[in-house]
């Protein structure tokens, strides 16, 4: 995988049941965390691992995100002639310049490894990122997905974020077992999805990034059903595995799981605690609890 990551892919076809009402019109990557959306903070980290072509997997009802992307004639007339120069900046920045977006289609929520290969006939054959939006990740150097980039172009393999969540919630994430290669990266022997807390082979899990090579697109075309009836990125992975190999490696950086409330809640605090326009008053808020 010597080539650099050039593609990356949103999974956004989900309908965040765990926030209705919100949802029923609001897409959950569209949610804020202070002043951006979840996509937002999911597309600046892929810019900065070095795509040019965000694909997005998106369902008839997610037009809130394709809008997003979109010009807004109307208002950025309306600021600039306010001479809201800041405020035009921001809406017209939200991509740089050189970057598109593609926007494909999952007709049925089949599952996470059914919308990703939603995404072969604009990804082909090459070496391409994933990153699932609710998987918010802090960190003040390189974005968790130029780390993995890096890595994967260096080491010539896929990579896929872990980390060590406690032994009861296995069930709610993809498990690898790997052998440790150094602090950071290990050599995975078998990823499974969703595993119950006696039946998980370690407490490390799945992250929402991924670097993969295109091969993996013929894997998920044979991958049958598993946990929960779904398509499962995971068990392609896992049948990847034996034709090549793939890291698991624990990212810089810390990640909230924005597919909830608490980790919104908690996302929302955190970046309000590094903002130094609230982190005052949200500390004296806090305190006063
Ligand atoms: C998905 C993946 C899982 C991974 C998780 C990370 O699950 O299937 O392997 O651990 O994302 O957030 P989901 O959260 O969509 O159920």
Request: glycine content about 6%; hydrophobic content about 45%; charged content about 25%.
């Amino acid at each position: 995988m010597t080539q650099r990551l050039r593609k990356v892919v949103f999974p956004v076809a989900g309908l965040g049941t765990r926030f209705l009402p919100a949802t029923k019109v609001v897409a959950k990557e569209m949610l804020p965390v202070l002043d951006r959306p979840l996509i937002q903070y999911a597309v600046d980290e892929a810019v900065d691992a070095g795509a040019d072509t965000l694909i997005f997997v998106t369902n008839r009802y997610k037009h809130a995100i394709a809008d997003y992307f979109d010009k807004a004639y109307e208002l950025e007339q309306k600021l600039e002639a306010a001479g809201k120069k800041e405020l035009l900046s921001l809406v017209q920045n939200v991509l740089p310049k050189n970057v598109r977006c593609v926007f494909v289609t999952q007709p049925e929520a089949l599952g996470l490894g059914h919308a990703v290969l939603c995404a072969k006939p604009v990804v082909g054959n090459e070496p391409f990122g994933v990153i699932l939006p609710d998987d918010l990740i802090w960190n003040t150097g390189a974005s968790a997905l130029k780390q993995m980039a890096d890595l994967a172009a260096f080491e010539n393999s896929g990579v896929i974020a872990v980390e060590e969540v406690p032994r009861e919630q296995t069930n709610k994430y993809g498990i690898v077992d790997a052998t440790p290669i150094n602090d950071r990266a290990a050599l995975i022997k078998l990823m499974v999805e969703k595993p119950k807390p006696e039946d998980a082979p370690s407490n490390l899990a799945v992250v929402g990034r991924y670097v993969l090579p295109g091969r993996i697109f013929s894997l998920l075309e044979s991958t049958k059903p598993g946990a929960g009836g779904e398509i499962q990125l995971t068990d392609a992975i896992d049948a990847l595995l034996k034709q090549e190999r793939v890291l698991a490696y624990r990212f810089e950086g810390e990640r909230f799981d924005c597919g909830n409330k608490l980790g919104l809640v908690k996302a929302t605090m955190h970046f309000a605690l590094q903002d130094p326009a609230l982190a005052e008053a949200t500390r004296e808020f806090v305190a006063g609890k």
